[in-house]
């Protein structure tokens, strides 16, 4: 899987945008962009995908480069509740279903 | 509806001892991933399951862990002679598909972890 670069730590206030980055130079065309988040004491748990378009949830959109080479994972207005390490993570979607390769993501505080 | 279980939440282990550790995957879920995950890091893999067969246990750092799914539903994952460097959070992560495809949509269900601190 390819390698994605994340801050270590952002910070927001509360209600406001977040735009958490990500960057993955050696992307392949077959990779899809996953975000999952950690909140603390937590397993994992999975945000959002995308292949190529911005994609949009309940949760979340993720804005993807026209190069795919960059992704950003946007959270509209930031509760308390969404500080949590974010991962940016490269999935292969031509292979069987590979397990997860985590990076050390990005911690994000929230400020009321 | 219930999400993945796993026990017990915590362990102590005096070094040198055996642990086994559970994980009770979303029914019908298909795949099942065990990770490991150290203080400060994010998780790594330590094996997968399809069903019951196990087909990928690159992950796991040395033959003292071993890891089962006999019926292809609940896992357990044990550790013999336990070491201080096996302190850490150990994941198990459920997933409805068998292939990530073109739509790569089999999103990964983790359950809370078992925190194992060896002394």
């Known amino acids: 899987d390819a390698k994605t670069t994340q801050p270590n730590s952002m910070e927001s206030n509360e209600e406001e945008p977040v735009h958490l980055p990500c960057n993955h130079s050696t992307i392949s065309g077959t990779d899809y962009i996953h975000w999952y988040r950690q909140l603390p004491s937590q397993g994992p748990e999975y945000v959002i995908h995308?292949?190529?378009s911005n994609v949009n949830n309940r949760m979340a959109s993720l804005a993807i480069a026209e190069d795919r080479k960059s992704s950003t994972l946007i959270l509209h207005r930031a509760t308390l509740r969404d500080a949590a390490v974010y991962y940016c993570?490269?999935?292969?979607?031509?292979?069987?279903?590979?397990?997860?390769?985590f990076g050390k993501g990005t911690r994000l505080s929230v400020i009321a | 509806g219930a999400g993945v279980s796993q026990s017990p939440r915590y362990k102590v282990a005096k070094r040198g001892q055996d642990v086994a550790l559970r994980c009770d995957p979303i029914?019908?879920?298909?795949?099942l991933f065990w990770y490991q995950q150290a203080l400060g890091q994010g998780p790594e893999f330590l094996t997968y399951f399809q069903n019951e067969a196990q087909l990928d246990k690159s992950g796991l750092p040395s033959d003292r862990f071993f890891a089962e799914r006999p019926e292809g539903s609940v896992s357990t994952l044990k550790i013999q002679r336990t070491q201080q460097e096996d302190s850490a959070v150990y994941l198990c992560a459920s997933s409805l598909a068998l292939y990530s495809g073109s739509s790569s949509y089999n999103e990964q269900f983790f359950g809370p972890g078992t925190r194992l601190t060896v002394l």
């Open positions: 993570i490269l999935r292969d979607g031509g292979s069987g279903n590979t397990p997860l390769v």
């Open positions: 029914s019908g879920h298909v795949s």
């Open positions: 995308g292949l190529t």
